[in-house]
């Protein structure tokens, strides 16, 4: 870390976001697995803290240990999956007005109040939107002690993608990151896409820092128990940026081949689609009533842990996400992790920087089925995946925060 006049400067991570999130979800999605990930890599040096500044100071927090469950998240989760049955401006107020609950306890919870020194570093890692105030804290805290703030940007779909954000949350977090973007000193970015559209808003530097990889288990391909078919897996919360509607009309229409030719062989395999409910998932379950044939070939998981994760993986001969829009896209590498390939869409910035993947321009329905048909009745889903097996080294979070010190360090 860069030496001040007083010695060396601390480094403070703001968890507000993680400690709201961490306190009734059990299951992280994207981005709080990331700035759970890089905090704990960071947190190994002496300098490093993570701290909560919802209440208008620096104080001591502990960053939730990986893994852990705290009491909330059970009856937080089954609330949440009825939730989901009701009307939509319910679900925003609802889950608004939980925002501003969990962060006020979480900084009841707080430690003690730390002193920083002039030059010394907030860094935020996460979804600040997640913590109401957290950002505006952020901010002041920064002016008050003369401090210097890093961010971490993961997208700026809010406000590059605004049909899809115009809910509660979306304003928030256009509004957070667009404070936090004003205010940072140091600007980095999950992909080298996103860090393109910051520089291009800002006139900034802005670096580029990949996630790592997750820790799945290496195992070899299995088939669905009881059966001797391997499945297609889609992993992500069921947002409509996801485009999991295009998956639900293309196997219908398989289905639809396959009776035509009379022909069960010709069917589609089993897709299993893996992610937490979204307010705004009502296209995807639209199009399923629409298509009611297809339930005997998709199946919903929406409570995977990671455990239960890694199974689906190992089951899946591949990955397929249809997504219109991503700021990085951590199922890729999941199912790289894995030992299995992907075929994505050109949205997906975490495909572009890897050769076990095969890329479909984005909102193309056509040519999204014609790589699924492909892939489905060939061999390339299994050459690929010994290649996989054979070359592809996982980057580990320790890598990611040597990088981010680095940086830190330099500025």
Aim: with cysteine; glycine share 6%.
């Amino acid at each position: 870390m860069e030496k001040t006049a007083q010695g060396t400067a601390q480094c403070f991570i703001v968890i507000d976001d993680l400690l709201v999130y961490g306190s009734v979800i059990s299951r992280p999605t994207g981005i709080q697995r990331v700035s759970a990930g890089i905090a704990n890599a960071l947190l190994a040096s002496p300098h490093t803290f993570s701290v909560h500044v919802g209440s208008g100071e620096i104080r001591t927090a502990h960053l939730p240990k990986e893994g852990s469950i705290s009491w909330r998240s059970r009856p937080s989760e089954a609330l949440l999956r009825l939730l989901s049955l009701a009307p939509r401006s319910l679900q925003e107020a609802i889950r608004t007005l939980a925002r501003t609950l969990l962060s006020r306890l979480a900084s009841r919870r707080a430690g003690a109040t730390v002193q920083p020194v002039a030059g010394d570093w907030l860094l935020v890692l996460g979804a600040p939107w997640i913590a109401p105030g957290m950002a505006n804290a952020v901010r002041a805290l920064a002016a008050r002690h003369n401090l210097r703030v890093a961010l971490l940007v993961h997208d700026l779909l809010p406000a590059t993608d605004p049909q899809w954000f115009g809910d509660a949350q979306g304003v928030a977090a256009r509004r957070d990151m667009e404070t936090l973007i004003g205010t940072a000193n140091l600007l980095f970015a999950v992909s080298n896409e996103v860090a393109h559209q910051v520089r291009k808003q800002t006139a900034r530097p802005v670096h580029s820092v990949s996630p790592a990889d997750p820790l799945f288990p290496r195992t070899a391909p299995r088939t669905v128990a009881g059966s001797k078919e391997q499945i297609v897996l889609t992993v992500g919360t069921l947002h409509p940026r996801k485009n999991l509607a295009a998956l639900v009309r293309i196997w219908d229409q398989w289905i639809e081949s396959s009776e035509q030719n009379r022909s069960a062989a010709d069917g589609p395999p089993r897709l299993i689609i893996a992610g937490r409910r979204h307010p705004q998932d009502a296209a995807l379950f639209d199009a399923l009533a629409s298509h009611p044939r297809v339930r005997s070939r998709i199946s919903l998981v929406h409570t995977a842990d990671d455990a239960q994760l890694a199974e689906l993986y190992a089951t899946a001969r591949f990955l397929v996400m249809p997504s219109l829009a991503e700021g990085w896209g951590m199922p890729v590498r999941e199912a790289l992790v894995a030992g299995i390939p992907s075929i994505v869409t050109d949205a997906v910035p975490a495909a572009q920087s890897t050769p076990y993947v095969k890329i479909v321009p984005a909102g193309d329905e056509g040519a999204l089925s014609a790589a699924i048909h492909e892939w489905w009745d060939g061999v390339e889903p299994e050459r690929l995946s010994t290649e996989i097996r054979q070359h592809f080294t996982p980057r580990t979070w320790t890598d990611v925060g040597r990088e981010i010190e680095a940086l830190l360090a330099k500025d």
